[in-house]
């Protein structure tokens, strides 16, 4: 028998806010974001990104990526059981909001990443400025409903990046901190005091990375496609496959599909510094 889900503040399932307060029996008007509290009524859709990208393109993507014959263990169709993971970005002249489509290896749309809780103040500091790489993101992982299954925190920050790992309750389920400015990029996973895995960037323009767990086995690997000049020039989109080894136990599973969605947060932000 399912159990009835305690009253409580829960990842905004509309995706307008950070959190909205569920009383036991239904959604609130009652909503958080940035520790702001506000009203908004309950009962929009929720919002789901979407990009419009040809089959044959995420074929290819995943063609680039060198997949082929390394997914070892048979996709379940969720965020959480799929062994390759096609990650894109919208493609837009000036980015406002972070958001991306998570396809599977046959190039079914399976889940999507959006940013909450953005101010109009931070909106237009995206728009006019720079400074929206050291102030706070806070993103949503969603599954096809738009029901949130992470929420991902980048904090503000000056040099290092780190992201925190949340179940929709607001349970900290781990971090991913950068370990190094300078160089290779390097991430830790970590979770209660103890380090699960690294990723470890492959190149110095960090676009590439491995992903190993405790024993320095790789686990995962990211790989940046390339998406042609005129568009890597002139929009923000990115497009990452996700390549997972093998099925991974909790904390590392939800920490390795946060960095597969986070990356480009934690560091294309900062894509003035790192080149």
Do not use: C
């Not at 029996?25 to 789901?48: K, M, Y």
């Not at 263990?73 to 969720?78: E, H, K, L, V």
């Not at 799929?82 to 958001?99: D, G, R």
């Amino acid at each position: 028998m399912t159990q009835p889900t305690p009253a409580g503040w829960y990842a905004d399932p509309s995706g307008r806010h950070e959190k909205r307060y569920f009383d036991g029996q239904q959604w609130t008007e009652h909503v958080n974001s940035h520790g702001r509290p506000g009203i908004d009524p309950p009962g929009a859709p929720s919002h789901v990104p979407t990009v419009q990208r040809a089959p044959e393109k995420i074929q290819r993507d995943v063609q680039r990526a060198g997949t082929a014959g390394v997914a070892a263990f048979a996709g379940g169709g969720s965020l959480f059981t799929e062994p390759v993971l096609v990650v894109n970005q919208k493609a837009k002249l000036l980015e406002i909001n972070n958001e991306y489509a998570v396809y599977d290896q046959h190039s079914n749309q399976i889940g999507a990443v959006r940013e909450v809780g953005q101010s109009n103040l931070k909106k237009a500091a995206r728009f006019l400025t720079s400074l929206d790489q050291y102030m706070t993101h806070k993103l949503q992982i969603v599954d096809m409903q738009g029901t949130p299954v992470l929420a991902l925190t980048r904090p503000a920050k000056f040099v290092k990046s780190r992201i925190i790992v949340e179940d929709p309750a607001g349970r900290e389920i781990g971090q991913i901190v950068q370990q190094n400015a300078i160089g290779k990029i390097r991430f830790g996973l970590e979770s209660g005091g103890h380090t699960y895995g690294m990723i470890q960037g492959e190149n110095w323009r960090a676009w590439n990375f491995s992903i190993k767990d405790h024993t320095d086995t790789e686990v995962a690997r990211i790989t940046k496609t390339w998406e042609g000049l005129a568009k890597t020039m002139f929009t923000t989109a990115d497009n990452y496959v996700v390549q997972i080894h093998r099925p991974l136990e909790e904390p590392l599973r939800s920490l390795v599909l946060a960095a597969a969605v986070s990356v480009d947060t934690a560091l294309k932000q900062d894509s003035r510094g790192f080149g």
